[in-house]
């Protein structure tokens, strides 16, 4: 089961609007700058309140302004993963993995460090500062971190955008791996045509 949006918002002199139903996998956000996609990543998450709609994600209403349903962000299960990273520059690796672990009720944990570690390839970086670390590596602790809060979905807001041509083959390798290994929906911001038609299974545009 993936998502089911339908909402409005007024932000400064814009009006975004998204409706779409995914069945699951990856879907992809596409549209200009500016269009608000970030925008429709944070309602989902909870960041931002909708002015009108409602939020579905693997069957749980996150929101419904009709219903009175606003579930709170430490309670909808979203691993938000951003451009810039946002980890925590006086942790090292583990200890930013594990702020993700100890964020997640014990009964909404379903993979552990070493599973993580396994999966993306970090297990060697653990006692690592994160300022040392290259691009590629930053972002992959990032995705560990939303894994380890017990996400039951993904948010990528243009994961690759910081990285360069290397760095993103490896990680759009990551994200394909991600997507067909685990049975979590995600959500993805990008701006580059190509690599969204390559990842996604439903590309949504958000017009401006
Ligand atoms: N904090 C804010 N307060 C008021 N308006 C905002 C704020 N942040 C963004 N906006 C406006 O909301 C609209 C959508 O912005 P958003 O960042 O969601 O778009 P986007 O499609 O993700 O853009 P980009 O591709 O450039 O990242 C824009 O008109 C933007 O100016």
Not at 57 to 69: I, W
Not at 152 to 159: A, H, K, Q, S, V
Request: aromatic share 6%; with cysteine; charged share 25%.
């Amino acid at each position: 089961m993936g998502f089911d949006i339908d909402v409005t918002l007024r932000r400064g002199e814009a009006t975004i609007a998204a409706q779409f139903t995914s069945a699951g996998g990856l879907t992809a956000l596409f549209g200009p700058s500016g269009a608000g996609k970030t925008s429709v990543l944070d309602m989902v998450a909870g960041l931002l309140r909708p002015d009108a709609g409602r939020i579905v994600v693997g069957g749980r209403v996150l929101f419904d302004s009709a219903a009175g349903v606003d579930v709170p962000v430490q309670a909808r299960g979203c691993g938000y993963v951003f451009q810039d990273y946002r980890l925590f520059p006086h942790l090292n690796v583990r200890h930013n993995l594990l702020y993700g672990w100890q964020l997640a009720a014990p009964d909404q944990r379903w993979i552990t460090l070493d599973e993580v570690c396994d999966l993306l390839g970090i297990g060697a970086l653990l006692t690592r500062r994160v300022r040392h670390l290259s691009g590629g590596e930053k972002q992959r602790v990032a995705i560990g971190r939303a894994l380890l809060s017990g996400a039951r979905c993904l948010l990528l807001d243009e994961p690759l955008s910081s990285l360069d041509a290397a760095r993103r083959e490896e990680i759009m390798g990551l994200i394909e791996r991600l997507r067909d290994e685990l049975r979590l929906p995600i959500l993805y911001v990008g701006h580059d045509r190509a690599e969204v038609d390559r990842l996604a299974g439903q590309v949504v545009t958000i017009r401006a």
